[in-house]
């Protein structure tokens, strides 16, 4: 049932932008408009989010400018993907924003299938699909897993957007590389800047998924919604597996900070007590160091792994703090300028 502040909020969709952005990855970019241009539903506009130091984009948009694409070009104040995200919010005038990376090619049906569930859910606030990974050497996981985009009672964050199967399902948490948003959303949402890193700042997909939550709206995933998302370098930035430990530092501060926000007062104090004293083995606290030592893996590594996991927690925990102190909303992130 939908709650009185979405009267009026949940008409059938018309118009739909496609939001990208983009930094210095001219050629895969080029391929993400080539598969955008294939839509069986044609987007009503393509919102590029490019930086004002990015002459290679720049250079290739201009020798496409015979696109049949209605293309704007929008430039960020600084840089960062949360940047990149927020100004396009502000900039896209669909009733849909489709969200995507530039280094993805989107199915023939993406924009179809995102306007039928949009449409036969009025109270569907946003949607993820399938991001299927590709390497030169073809998909790189080929598995399917059933549990998708959900965060457990303890505060055990699961992602696996990129192996669900199975029918549409609500999820806690959606995918930056492949989600659409009801701009009635978030009219009065952006993704908080507070959270850290450099050029790809970690898990704000958390943030924003349960800012739209708290304010009543549905997340859903459907494994029907695809686009292959390639194994691009990054400029700025490592990827899960190749994190430095000041990367790591950032990701492991951004998820808690993101839970600490977002999250009721019981499960807030249940996920930052598991986070500090478990983790994930990736991330761990000192309770699973044992564990990582008998299992194989050098106590020195295990122990880096923790002191950093560990640090960046309680920093989260003081930035959530500071953001209690300053006024800055617990559910919403940063707040949307005035349209």
């Given at each position: 049932?939908?709650?009185?502040?979405?009267?009026?909020?949940?008409?059938?969709?018309?118009?739909?932008?496609?939001?990208?952005?983009?930094?210095?990855?001219?050629?895969?970019?080029?391929?993400?408009?080539?598969?955008?241009?294939?839509?069986?539903?044609?987007?009503?506009?393509?919102?590029?989010?490019?930086?004002?130091?990015?002459?290679?984009?720049?250079?290739?948009?201009?020798?496409?400018s015979?696109?049949?694409?209605?293309?704007?070009?929008?430039?960020?104040?600084?840089?960062?993907?949360?940047?990149?995200?927020?100004?396009?919010?502000?900039?896209?005038?669909?009733?849909?924003?489709?969200?995507?990376?530039?280094?993805?090619?989107?199915?023939?049906?993406?924009?179809?299938?995102?306007?039928?569930?949009?449409?036969?859910?009025?109270?569907l606030?946003?949607?993820?699909?399938?991001?299927?990974?590709?390497?030169?050497?073809g998909?790189?996981?080929?598995?399917?897993?059933?549990?998708?985009?959900?965060?457990?009672?303890?505060?055990?964050?699961?992602?696996?957007?990129?192996?669900?199967?199975?029918?549409?399902?609500?999820?806690?948490?959606?995918?930056?590389?492949?989600?659409?948003?009801?701009?009635?959303?978030?009219?009065?949402?952006?993704?908080d800047?507070?959270?850290?890193?450099?050029?790809?700042?970690?898990?704000?997909?958390?943030?924003?998924?349960?800012?739209?939550k708290?304010?009543?709206?549905?997340?859903?995933?459907?494994?029907?919604i695809?686009?292959?998302?390639?194994?691009?370098?990054?400029?700025?930035?490592?990827?899960?597996?190749?994190?430095?430990?000041?990367?790591?530092?950032?990701?492991?501060?951004?998820?808690?900070?993101?839970?600490?926000?977002?999250?009721?007062?019981?499960?807030?104090?249940?996920?930052?007590?598991?986070?500090?004293?478990?983790?994930?083995?990736?991330?761990?606290?000192?309770?699973?160091?044992?564990?990582?030592?008998?299992?194989?893996?050098?106590?020195?590594?295990?122990?880096?792994?923790?002191?950093?996991?560990?640090?960046?927690?309680?920093?989260?925990?003081?930035?959530?703090?500071?953001?209690?102190?300053?006024?800055?909303?617990?559910?919403?992130?940063?707040?949307?300028?005035?349209?």
């Amino acid at each position: 049932m939908l709650s009185a502040r979405h009267i009026g909020a949940h008409r059938s969709p018309t118009t739909v932008s496609v939001l990208v952005p983009t930094w210095r990855r001219p050629e895969s970019l080029a391929r993400c408009l080539d598969a955008l241009e294939g839509q069986v539903r044609t987007p009503d506009e393509v919102v590029l989010v490019v930086r004002d130091d990015d002459d290679q984009t720049r250079d290739m948009l201009a020798r496409r400018s015979s696109s049949s694409l209605p293309i704007r070009i929008v430039a960020p104040d600084r840089e960062g993907v949360i940047a990149a995200l927020n100004c396009g919010f502000d900039q896209a005038n669909g009733d849909l924003i489709a969200v995507t990376d530039d280094d993805t090619v989107p199915n023939p049906d993406w924009l179809q299938c995102i306007f039928r569930r949009f449409a036969g859910n009025p109270d569907l606030g946003a949607l993820s699909g399938r991001d299927r990974v590709v390497a030169e050497d073809g998909y790189l996981e080929a598995t399917s897993e059933p549990v998708v985009g959900r965060i457990r009672w303890y505060g055990r964050v699961i992602g696996n957007h990129h192996l669900g199967s199975g029918p549409m399902r609500d999820i806690d948490i959606l995918k930056g590389a492949n989600m659409a948003l009801r701009r009635a959303a978030i009219t009065h949402l952006r993704i908080d800047p507070a959270l850290r890193g450099k050029g790809a700042e970690p898990h704000w997909e958390i943030d924003l998924s349960l800012a739209l939550k708290a304010t009543g709206w549905r997340l859903a995933y459907d494994p029907a919604i695809g686009v292959d998302h390639y194994a691009e370098a990054r400029h700025v930035g490592q990827r899960e597996d190749a994190m430095s430990p000041h990367e790591r530092f950032d990701a492991v501060h951004n998820q808690a900070y993101a839970l600490l926000k977002g999250l009721s007062p019981v499960r807030r104090l249940t996920a930052f007590a598991y986070g500090v004293l478990v983790g994930t083995r990736a991330d761990p606290g000192p309770l699973l160091f044992p564990m990582l030592v008998a299992s194989g893996q050098s106590p020195h590594d295990a122990l880096g792994r923790t002191r950093v996991a560990t640090t960046a927690r309680i920093e989260a925990f003081r930035s959530w703090g500071r953001g209690r102190r300053s006024g800055r909303s617990q559910a919403s992130g940063s707040r949307a300028p005035a349209r």
